[in-house]
């Protein structure tokens, strides 16, 4: 409940052992102390009563004619209990108190800072920071350290001296070598001689690391790509949402708290939401076009005139539909269950038939308009190719026998546990204000966790693709978002231990509630982490292999 903006908190009633053994033992018949009588209760055993409030105070403190504090407090002698078909006869008594405090720091009684600034708090911060520069430095060992190791094992074989070696190879088949033993090991592969100079006559070629081999597959479209070019569109619209809320809240101070104004967050989520469907259509538009030309419809004109279409409409259509679907199928079920136990939870039908509106009629056509941009973006700049190295006919095969840091299912895990380790602490205080009556304030510690998330799945994504590459595994594409958006998964195993230990949750309604809202929020971040872990890798994929000279 709220009085002029403030929120009132009070207790319905209670579960109960019988009152009236109660009253009659040492715990009075005030019932002061009804925590004693449920304890004694619990050690003996028994079931438990409903019990309800019939009289309440309400406490209204003013300071001239703006009210500063609203106090809610229900009397223990009043505690009636619920049978069906009773009648009940509830009493509230209003009173009025005058206040010096000020008005501007109403809100103060509700911001817990001793428990939002604790230490533990800021040891978090300093914690995930740490986490950045270690997962930093492992991204730079790989990028300075092994890969110039493997472009100088591939100048080696490919340098000018490496056309030398090609002719003198050729050379020694057609006369012979007296030492064909020596160069070759017993599959007939050429071996390296660290005696041997390194100029064109000593140099002997070395085999290609596994990543290079990948080189004309490595940019072929991967597999349902209306389907992830719309995921990636929505996980951009999330990351702008997220960024633009985060940022107006921080901003806070020069506008107004958004905690002082109630629902302001709300309206800040849907304007930040209708005005970036143009960045989800953008991106999915713009990343279909650049891999639907690897497709075989795309290299045939037939097939690009007629498929193509076919499918520009359907990743646009599924830009437009994937997170409202989603959207509406979950609150649909949470307002069905709400309107059956007749609870204020439920969202009315006007305000459903406002958000249709706005949908409707601006996030669908900013969405729309961003996919034609998209598909007429110019890409390549001055090149007509917009990737480093042609994409082969044929498909390389995968080999099948791999080290187990190879596999990309093995490797995923770990990186969404690495950034979920960066945020569970923020994802503590998060969840307390949404289910524990907190009201959250600190938004710029949420920014600074939120800049260390991106950053640490950026890093894990990274070190993941680069060793399925050099597993010779060039289907990176959705492993870069899954190794993202593994970190969802752990998300939703937190909520779970948060509603088992740290809440006091039962029923149909709640249970729903709280795993409805949870489930949106996993899916949500996993999205987010997972289209920042594939732009990372699209960033790191291209900047190797543009490095790299194939004839």
Known sequence: MYVDDLPVWGMVGEMLPDLDAAKSEKFGSDLSHLEEAVAKHAREGGALTPYVYTKRTLVVSYNDDRVVKVDLTSDPSSLKEVKKGMAL?????????????????????????????????????????????????????????????DYARYALNHGPGGRDLEMAEQH?????????????????????????????????????????????????????????????????????????VVLFAVAGPLHGEVHEERGEVLHAILVFYSLSSIVAGYASGSYFKLYFATTPAGRSKGGAAAGGTTQWQLTMGLTVLLLPTILVSILSVLNFIALC??????????????????????????????????????LGGKKSDPFPCRVNAIPRPIPDDIQWYGVPANLIPFAGLLSFGSIFIELYYILTSLWNYKFYHVYGFLLGVYAILCLVVCMTTVIVVYFSLNSENYLWQWTAFYSGSSTALYVFLYSIYYFVFKTSMNGLVQTSFYFGYMLLISLGVGTLCGTLGHWSANKFVRTIFQNVKVD
């Open 89 to 149: 006869t509830f009493e509230l008594d209003i009173q009025w108190a005058k206040t010096n405090t000020p008005f501007h720091s109403r809100f103060d009684r509700y911001l817990d800072h001793a428990f939002f600034k604790h230490q533990i708090h800021w040891f978090s911060i300093f914690n995930s920071f740490m986490m950045v520069l270690f997962l930093m430095g492992l991204v730079a060992l790989i990028l300075l350290r092994t890969l110039r190791k």
């Open 341 to 378: 136990y007749q609870t204020i939870y439920y969202i009315p039908f006007l305000v459903l038939l406002k958000l249709f509106f706005l949908w409707v009629f601006v996030s669908v056509p900013l969405c729309i308009l961003g996919t034609l941009l998209g598909r007429h973006a110019k």
């Open 172 to 244: 020694n088949d057609h006369h012979g070598s007296d030492d064909e033993d020596e160069d070759v090991d017993e599959n007939g592969k050429p071996l390296l001689d660290e005696g041997r100079p390194s100029g064109p006559a000593g140099r002997m070629g070395v085999e290609d690391s596994g990543w290079k081999q990948v080189h004309g597959d490595v940019f072929r479209a991967p597999k349902f790509l209306p389907l992830l070019a719309a995921i990636l569109g929505t996980g951009w619209q999330l990351v702008t949402l997220v960024m633009g």
